[in-house]
Structure formats: structure tokens, C-alpha cells
């Protein structure tokens, strides 16, 4: 057995944390860009108490999905400043955009250079500028992954920018930054880290190491994101989400995702639409769909025991079964309101591109048994 694993530098977890941030500050870090959401609100604490470290700042704010332009302008904006520290305090999105801003504050060339599928994807020569990801979200655990995702509004396709180099230098993980997020987000950042979680575990590179952060995140999400939709103010389902949003992404940051992922990301490059809530439809169909598989090609494969293992665990029965787990989360997905993927524009004329960009996805390397054309349409028509 041979494995590796990394994450960022330091994980910092609990409420109140964010509190404490310009104690994080790197050595000898003066000047610091602060990337944030299109609600610049949380922000202002941040910028308050870096002001009383003497530490001068500068804004970013990235109002959606990032794009290539986007993170672009951020970089211009923190080399003009002469930034030589970033931190990123929203969701995946402002987590993503910081993680560029810091690597190409260090490392020469274009954008291009460094972007799969469009671009060269060079690694990174030197290490990036310090980088502190404060996540307000519990959904995409970008605090602690190593690559950044982008729309390209020229391509019609989001792509990754990728290095191990990109961990953030900390992660700090407060709950209480979550508290203020309404049912709607609630739901969508959940089912992407909780279908985070289902697919590293279930992963063809998944290792004893993520193995026990993913179950220990699906307790903790199959018991709070109900609670959290339903109840913003309970604090315990706060954390629980926000512990789970962590694990999942330190799992998929060295387990790889599947199916899910591999499809809801060229889709949200094709269409405005929410990447999360796009996960939740997605991921009972490619549940179904892929233990189907396994039972026809592949009835020995270890991943069929991990999705009993699933249901197991959602469920509390020892009893279920890997049908037990599909039906769960059909459930889930009914309590949480999410939408169909027609809601999007999506029509089954999309269907032969969206599929052929997922079969290229880095996503979909991770999924326990390779599925073909037409199962990957027969996914969509069902979500659709």
C-alpha cells in the first residue's frame, strides 16, 4: 500500500476563530490583498483587526462564479499594490481566486501557462505568496485544496489551475461565518461537500487516510444539513456542516471525486448554474448508475462494499444495502428543494458535448468503475 496526503500548513478550527486573524498574519507580511465575496460585510472585521496589527490592505471582490478575467484583474490589482500576502475570505469562489492571486503574485508568465485543458499546465516554479483561506461557506473545502477552478467565458469550460504548491499557507475555519447563510446556499454548498465526501470515499484512489475523514464527515453531514437547511441559528448543525465541508475537502485534495464532479463541472462552464445544488441533483442518478455498473462489469470491486458502507452510515441501519444509500439521498435532495437541471436551460441537444467534456474531466479519473457515453446521458436525462 502506498499513499501520500497534504494539506495546508495549519488548520485553524472554531467558532470564534476568525477573530484571531492578525495573529495569523505571515512574518513579515505589511501589505495584504483581501479577496472577498460580492457581500463585503464579513470583510469588515477582518480589515478592522489587520488594521490594529498595522498591517495595511487592499480589496478584491469577486461577485460569482471566478472567471479567468476575474482573477486576472485580481492579480494586477495586488501586484500594483505591491501585496506580499493574500487572504481570502468568502466562499469556494473567493477561496479559488485567492489561491491564484497569491501563486502568480510569485511566479512569472500568463495565466495560460498554468490552466489545464486550455492552457500549458506548467507547474509552479516558486512557492506562491502566503496564503490565509477563511472559508464562509460549508460546501466546497477549497481552504484546503491545491487547485483552483476558473471559467473561461471564451472556452464555454471551467479548468482547473493546479499545484501542490497552491495549499494555503493556513486555513482558518470558523462556523460562525457560516451562521448568516440562507436556506438556498445552505443547501447547495452541503450536497457539494457532502457528495465531496461520498465520492472520495467511494474513489478508485482512496486511501486508508481519507477513508476515516469520509466517514466521519458523512456522520456529520447525514445528521446536520437538514437541521442547518431548516434552522440557520442551530449552532451545533453549524459546525457539524463546517467540520464536514473541512474533511471534504482535505479528502478530495488526495482521493480524487468521480462522476458527480465530473460532470457538474464542464456543465457549470456551459450554464449559469449552481454548482452545488448541480452536485445534490446529480449525485443519486450516478450513485444508482454506478453501482449498477459495478454489480454487471465489476461485482468484486471493494467499491460496491463502500457504498453499503454509505447507507450504513446515513442511514443508521445495519442492515441497508447500497439501494438503502441512493434512496437516502433521493430523500435528502427532496427536503433540501433542489431543482432539476432543466431549470438551467439544459435540453437533451446539450447532451453529446456535456458528455464528451466530462469524459475528459480530471474528476471523473477518480470514479470506482469508467462509465460510457450512453450511461453518462442516461444520468443527465434523468436529472434533467
Known sequence: MQFEFSTATQIIFGAGKAREIGTYAPSPGRRAM????????????????????????ITFSVPGEPSTDMALAGVQKARQAACDWVIGIGGGSVMDTGKVIAALLTNEGKLLDYLEV????????????????????????AEVTRNSVLESPEHRVKVSMR???????RAVVDPELTYSMPPTITAGTGMDAFSQLLEAFVSNRANPLTDG???????????????????????????????????GGLALA???????????????????????????RLLPFVMEMNISALQMREPQSPSLARYREVARIVSGN????????????????????????????????????????????????????????????KILRQAL
Open 163 to 169: 499545484s501542490p504548491l497552491m495549499l494555503p499557507r
Open 213 to 247: 475523514i469520509c466517514r466521519e464527515g458523512l456522520r456529520r453531514a447525514a445528521g446536520a444539513l437538514v437541521r442547518a437547511f431548516e434552522d440557520g441559528s442551530d449552532t451545533r448543525a453549524r459546525e457539524a456542516m463546517s467540520l464536514a465541508s473541512l474533511f
Open 118 to 141: 486550455i492552457g500549458k499546465g506548467k507547474p509552479l516554479e516558486k512557492m506562491p505568496a502566503p496564503y490565509v483561506a477563511v472559508p464562509t461557506t460549508a460546501g466546497t473545502g
Open 318 to 377: 445495519v442492515e441497508a444495502g447500497p439501494t438503502d444509500a441512493v434512496n437516502w439521498i433521493q430523500n435528502l435532495c427532496s427536503r433540501l428543494k433542489l431543482p432539476p437541471l432543466a431549470e438551467y436551460k439544459i435540453t437533451e441537444a446539450d447532451f453529446p458535448l456535456l458528455v464528451e467534456r466530462a469524459q475528459a474531466a480530471s474528476s471523473m479519473k477518480g470514479n470506482p468503475i469508467q462509465l460510457s457515453a450512453e450511461e453518462l446521458a
Open 34 to 57: 483581501v479577496v472577498t465575496g460580492h457581500r463585503t460585510a464579513r470583510a469588515e472585521l477582518i480589515l478592522e483587526l489587520l488594521d490594529k496589527r498595522g498591517i495595511e490592505t
Open 254 to 280: 488526495n482521493a480524487k471525486l468521480g462522476a458527480v464532479h465530473g460532470i457538474a463541472g464542464p456543465l457549470g462552464g456551459m450554464f449559469k448554474a449552481a454548482h452545488g445544488a448541480v452536485c445534490g
